[in-house]
């Protein structure tokens, strides 16, 4: 559409007429496009604000918050009275547009912290080295069986740092004859004891000192019950940390045996021949207990359980049987000796040793 469209076909030409019409038109299409221009531009700044907001959130909805405020103030000044177009056809019009803009917020940026330490200066220190010393408060211990005695020993630090030692977690507390005979009554069930040590730091220039009390026998599994031990010698040893160190002890014979036996002391038996022979035990302790009977095959009588075969003695068999006997009970046994060897050959003519309960001792002879 021109600026002519909407003229009127009968327009007739005069000078003065067509000057009015065609300034009044030319004044409403300026205005027209100032109009527009204005709309254009408030159009562009929203649009601008609203894409620096959603840049400014990077993704998160509630991390910025955008106002925006557009304001377009068109003022138009026009002259109260009207031009005189004969003198001048220039139209003079003054418009002043005014867009208004807020500050959109932003997300406070924070710059990485360090947190790696500063390098410190290692010093190394040399502890001083210690200097234990072992020593019992006594050179050798004397006890009677079925006794208790107590053993005393004091480590010393004569070094400038501080020294290590071990004690026993479960000491060991009882005495008994390495070379004790095996037919010595024993309990039914023995104590159990423990390897591992407990270690004790001893600071320098300190002492420590450590009692331990033992019986001369063995005692009855968990329980106070004991078993005298019989007369002997033995040792005591201390294991800890660095070598082990001994005080010697003499256990000397108990008040009372604990046991009784009409065990013999002396069969004769011909060559090839068996000869059987009958005794009693009886213990003497108010708990049960065990032998183990070695030598010809001794066994409750009435029992057909036989004995069991063991090493060789001179040339008999030596055999083994586990008899228990209850707290102050007596059985009987019987003894089967048989004068032949191990592949049953008659024994030669002689004298032969063996030992009974407790390692009372019997002696064989043997005839042609």
Not at 179 to 201: F, M
Not at 290 to 310: A, D, K, Q, V
């Amino acid at each position: 559409m021109s600026m002519f469209d909407d003229l009127d076909p009968m327009f007739e030409p005069s000078a003065e007429a067509a000057l009015e019409n065609v300034a009044t038109r030319v004044h409403a299409l300026r205005l027209r496009r100032r109009v527009t221009i204005a709309s254009a531009f408030g159009a562009f700044v929203v649009v601008t604000a609203l894409t620096s907001a959603a840049f400014a959130s990077n993704g998160n909805r509630h991390s910025a918050r955008v106002s925006i405020t557009n304001e377009v103030t068109s003022t138009t000044e026009t002259p109260t009275t009207e031009p005189d177009l004969a003198s001048s056809t220039t139209v003079s019009t003054d418009t002043t547009t005014t867009v208004t803009t807020t500050t959109i917020g932003t997300v406070p940026v924070v710059a990485p912290t360090d947190s790696t330490p500063p390098p410190t200066d290692t010093t190394t220190t040399t502890v001083p080295p210690a200097d234990l010393h072992f020593a019992f408060d006594q050179s050798r211990i004397v006890v009677q069986s079925g006794s208790t005695a107590t053993v005393s020993y004091t480590v010393t630090n004569d070094g400038d740092g501080p020294g290590q030692f071990g004690e026993p977690a479960c000491p060991f507390d009882e005495f008994w004859p390495p070379d004790a005979p095996r037919s010595w009554p024993a309990p039914v069930s023995e104590r159990v004891y423990c390897a591992a040590l407990t270690i004790v730091t001893i600071g320098p220039h300190e002492s420590k000192t450590f009692h331990h009390t033992l019986v001369a026998g063995k005692y009855d599994g968990d329980g106070n019950n004991v078993v005298p031990a019989p007369a002997g010698e033995t040792t005591y040893v201390v294991v800890g940390i660095g070598p082990s160190h001994t005080l010697p002890v003499t256990i000397t014979a108990p008040a009372q045996v604990p046991f009784s036996s009409t065990f013999p002391s002396h069969v004769t038996v011909a060559s090839g021949a068996t000869h059987t022979e009958t005794f009693t035990l009886t213990n003497r302790l108010a708990f049960p207990v065990s032998y183990r009977l070695e030598g010809p095959c001794m066994r409750l009588e009435g029992s057909t359980t036989g004995c069991n075969i063991g090493t060789l003695m001179q040339l008999d068999r030596l055999w083994t049987n586990d008899v228990v006997v209850g707290a102050n009970a007596t059985v009987t046994l019987t003894m089967e000796l048989s004068a032949t060897d191990p592949h049953n050959a008659n024994l030669p003519p002689g004298t032969y040793q063996f030992h009974g309960p407790g390692g009372m001792p019997l002696t064989l002879t043997v005839t042609p």
